[in-house]
C-alpha cells in the first residue's frame, strides 16, 4: 500500500513534467526531502532507514518504471528514474486532462485567477478556494472527494504571470501556511 502512494505520486509528477515540457525519452530525477517520503509510508525513518526502506522496490513498480535508483544527501532523496519509465508513463497511462489544461492555461499570458478558478469549476462542482495571506501563495485550490487527485494547488500572481506548487496534504501541512 505504501509503495502504492509514492508510485502514484512519481508517476503524477512524470506526467506534470511531460505536460510542461512535451515527451522525451529521457531519464528523470526526481527529489524529495524526507519528510515527503515519511508521510508516503507513515514512518519517522532517519536517512539511513529510509534508504533501507527504499532498496527493494515492488516488482509492480519496476515493472512499470524500470530499475529505480535511489541516493540521499542530507535528507535530499534523489529518485533515477531510467528511460523506460518516462516511455512507460507516456505510452501506458491516461494523460493527466486536468493538469494538462492547467499548464497550457498558465502558459498563456494575461491568464487571471479568475480563469484558474473556472478551470477547477469545470473540471468538478467539488472544489475549494482559499485565500491565503502570508506572503508565499496568494490562493490554495482543491478538490474534495477525489483520490486521483488530492493535491493542494498554490498559486501565486507575480505580475506578469501566475506560477503554481502542487502540494500533497500533508507537505502542505508542514509548511504551516
Sequence with gaps: MYFDRLEKNLIDIIKEEQAKLGFRKE?????????SLNHFFEAEDSEAEMLARLSGFPASLTKKLGNVTVTAKKDRFCFHIPEDGSVYVHEHTDANEFIRSLVELLQHHGCTMDDIFS??????ENVIFEE???????WLVRFTGNADDPYYYCFKDEGCHIIYHRFLPEDYADFEF
Design 27 to 35: 531519464a528523470i530525477r526526481l527529489y524529495y526531502p524526507l519528510s
Design 119 to 124: 478551470l477547477f469549476k469545470d473540471t468538478s
Design 132 to 138: 491565503m495571506n502570508h506572503g508565499e501563495f496568494d
